[in-house]
């Protein structure tokens, strides 16, 4: 008895996922304060081919947001600590003694 061969079936451009790239680009935008109009409007010039697919990709976008906001507090105020630290950092270096003394005053309130 001759073995049959699997036929494998290659992925199309419709069930491949979007490009991690597209979807933190989205999410950048979008935290940037940009409409989604706009962001899709952007992604549809700088994605084509994914243009029909951009409501799925900002399902992922919304599903990346919300798994962000889903940690502990310790792991959020070191990141806190963290960033309010860069920010007074950043304000002495460029000179902007204000944003750093007020960043010092919230990172000594954590």
């Known amino acids: 008895m001759a073995k049959r061969k699997r036929k494998?079936?290659?992925?199309?451009?419709?069930?491949?996922?979007?490009?991690?790239?597209l979807i933190d680009?989205?999410?950048?935008?979008?935290?940037?304060g940009q409409t989604v109009a706009n962001v899709t409007e952007a992604a549809a010039?700088?994605?084509?081919?994914?243009?029909?697919?951009?409501?799925?990709?900002?399902?992922?976008v919304a599903a990346?947001?919300?798994?962000?906001?889903?940690?502990?507090?310790?792991t959020l105020r070191g990141w806190t600590a963290n960033?309010?630290?860069?920010i007074y950092r950043?304000?002495?270096?460029?000179?902007?003694?204000a944003t750093a003394l007020k960043a010092a005053q919230l990172l000594a309130k954590i």
């Open 8 to 21: 494998t079936v290659k992925k199309t451009e419709q069930t491949a996922p979007p490009p991690r790239e």
């Open 83 to 86: 960033a309010y630290r860069e």
């Open 45 to 60: 010039t700088i994605w084509p081919e994914k243009a029909n697919k951009l409501a799925d990709c900002l399902q992922l």
């Open 25 to 32: 680009q989205l999410k950048t935008w979008l935290i940037e």
């Open 90 to 97: 950043r304000g002495l270096e460029t000179g902007d003694l």
């Open 64 to 74: 990346d947001l919300a798994a962000d906001g889903n940690m502990d507090p310790d």
